[in-house]
T-cell receptor, first 112, second 123 residues
Framework: DGGITQSPKYLFRKEGQNVTLSCEQNLNHDAMYWYRQDPGQGLRLIYYSQIVNDFQKGDIAEGYSVSREKKESFPLTVTSAQKNPTAFYLC???????????FGPGTRLTVT | AQTVTQSQPEMSVQEAETVTLSCTYD???????LFWYKQPPSRQMILVIR??????QNATENRFSVNFQKAAKSFSLKISDSQLGDAAMYFC????????????????????FGKGTHLIIQP
């Protein structure tokens, strides 16, 4: 089945540690995205990538880093510089002339 | 920068009735896309309906339809014959249209979301 996978579903880390969230897609989409969702808020764009080896900052990129070494994969690293890392993180992709974005199931990150 | 506003934090409707969720947006672009996404308790984002700004006809998907008023920058979602499974958070979203080298399409820009409306269905 084609789709987007994010792992793990729940992630716990201690403050001061970097943590990497996984996002994989087998839809052959060129573009991939990371969003953050906080309670009572809509989704906010962290980073996006149009093609392999290229990515752009979104609205809230501070404290995060990404890489795009493969078309299928777009991992997100939450660094210790991110002041409020506890949130729900969603990965999405889009491709071709389609303007729709398809979302993964999300990862709930809790940092204590 | 584009902004999307959903003025109703929560709405409640009786099962089988009709409900309308409001969304307004602000943009200086003339071509763009608008979406409604549904997020049930599982938190999976599900695309409900989409609208291209250059199309005057309002989009419809089964029980879901939109009222797109471009001049007013308004994009409301109407849910007819509400069902218990419609209970969820609903998010309105905007995406600009990308034009490059004669190609126009969705491009790769991210979506701008509103804060959402929590829809409750009363049995």
């Amino acid at each position: 089945d084609g789709g987007i996978t994010q792992s793990p579903k729940y992630l716990f880390r201690k403050e001061g540690q970097n943590v990497t969230l996984s996002c994989e897609q087998n839809l052959n989409h060129d573009a991939m995205y990371w969003y953050r969702q906080d309670p009572g808020q809509g989704l906010r764009l962290i980073y996006y990538s149009q093609i392999v080896n290229d990515f752009q900052k979104g609205d809230i990129a501070e404290g995060y880093s990404v890489s795009r070494e493969k078309k299928e994969s777009f991992p997100l690293t939450v660094t210790s510089a991110q002041k409020n890392p506890t949130a729900f993180y969603l990965c999405a992709s889009s491709g071709g002339r389609s303007y729709e974005q398809y979302f993964g199931p999300g990862t709930r990150l809790t940092v204590t | 920068a584009q902004t999307v506003t959903q003025s109703q934090p929560e709405m409640s409707v009786q099962e089988a009735e009709t409900v309308t969720l409001s969304c307004t947006y602000d943009t200086s672009e003339s071509d763009y896309y608008l979406f409604w996404y549904k997020q049930p308790p599982s938190r999976q984002m599900i695309l409900v309906i989409r609208q291209e700004a250059y199309k005057q006809q309002n989009a419809t998907e089964n029980r879901f339809s939109v009222n797109f008023q471009k001049a007013a920058k308004s994009f409301s979602l109407k849910i007819s014959d509400s069902q218990l499974g419609d209970a969820a958070m609903y998010f309105c979203a905007y995406r600009r249209m990308f034009s490059f080298g004669g190609y126009s399409g969705g491009g790769a820009d991210g979506l701008t979301f509103g804060k959402g409306t929590h829809l409750i269905i009363q049995p």
